[in-house]
C-alpha cells in the first residue's frame, strides 16, 4: 500500500494514511557505499513498456525489491539498495509500469493489476538474465510478490513481504478513503511527491489506487490474492510491525497460516515503514532468510 521513505526515503514516513523485444538503455551509473560497486539506472522494454530499475551488487543471489503504492526503487529501498550484502547478492529495485521512472505508460487499476505487476516484474528479471530470483516485497510490493510466487513457482526462490493483506475489509477501506485526497496530507509528505510526480498526476493516481484497491472489497471474500495463497512453494518469511497503522496484525496471520511453511517474524516497535526505520534490523534479517 502507501510507501514511505527515507532519504527521499523521509517521504511517506507517519501516513496514515507480447512482448518487445528486451533491449537494455543504461541511463546512469552512481556510486554505492558497500564494497565499492556501482548503481546502475536502466530501462528495459518488457511487455509493451519500458521498465525503469536500479542494480547494485556482484552476488550470484539475485534479488528483486517491489516497492508500495506510487513507490518506486529509488524513493522506498535507500537503505537496502545501499547496505544489502553486494558479494552475497546483484539487487535489483524496479519502478512498476506507471510509477517513478516507468512511465508512460499513466498507471491504470484494472482487477487484476496485482498479477500485470507480477508478470512484469518477472519478465523484467528473465530480461536482465537471471535464472531465478528472490523478492523483498513492501506493501503492495508485498502482494505483488506473493501473486508472482505462487504463479511462476519454479522461478522464485525465497520471499521476503511485509505490510501486505491478501484480502480488503471495511476496516481497510476506512484506511484507504482517509488518503483519497492528498491535500489533506502534511506540506512534508505531499511535496516530494508532487516533484516526482507533478501534482495532477499524484493527485489523480492516488485517487485510483484507492478506487483500484477497494473494488477488491466488492470481490467475494474481499479477495486480492488469498485463493493463491497455498499454491506458494517457496521458502517464505512474514514481517510485520505491530504499530503498523496501516495494515492490521491479522493480515500478516492471515497469510502465514495459508502460506505453506512460512515463517512470522514480529517487530513490537515496526510500522509501515518498518525496513526504513529499523533498517539495519530488517536488512539483517532479510539477508540471514535469503543467505
Known sequence: MTA?????GALRRGLLLAALKPRIHVV????AAALGTSVTSAKVAVNGVHLHYQQTGEGEHAVLLLPGMLGSGETDFGPQIKNLNKKLFTVVAWDPRGYGHSRPPDRDFPVDFFERDAKDAVDLMKALKFKKVSLLGWSDGGITALTAAAKYPSYIHKMVIWGANAYVTDEDEVIYQGIRDVSKWSARTRKPLEALYGCD???KTCEK???GINQFKHLPDGNICRHLLPLVQCPTLIVHGEKDPLVPRFHA???HKHVRGSRLHLMPEGKHNLH???ANEFNKLAEDFLH
Open 4 to 8: 514511505a521513505l527515507g532519504g527521499r
Open 28 to 31: 546512469r551509473a552512481g556510486p
Open 201 to 203: 498526476y499524484f493527485a
Open 209 to 211: 489506487w484507492v478506487d
Open 253 to 255: 496471520d492471515f497469510i
Open 276 to 278: 526504513l526505520r529499523f
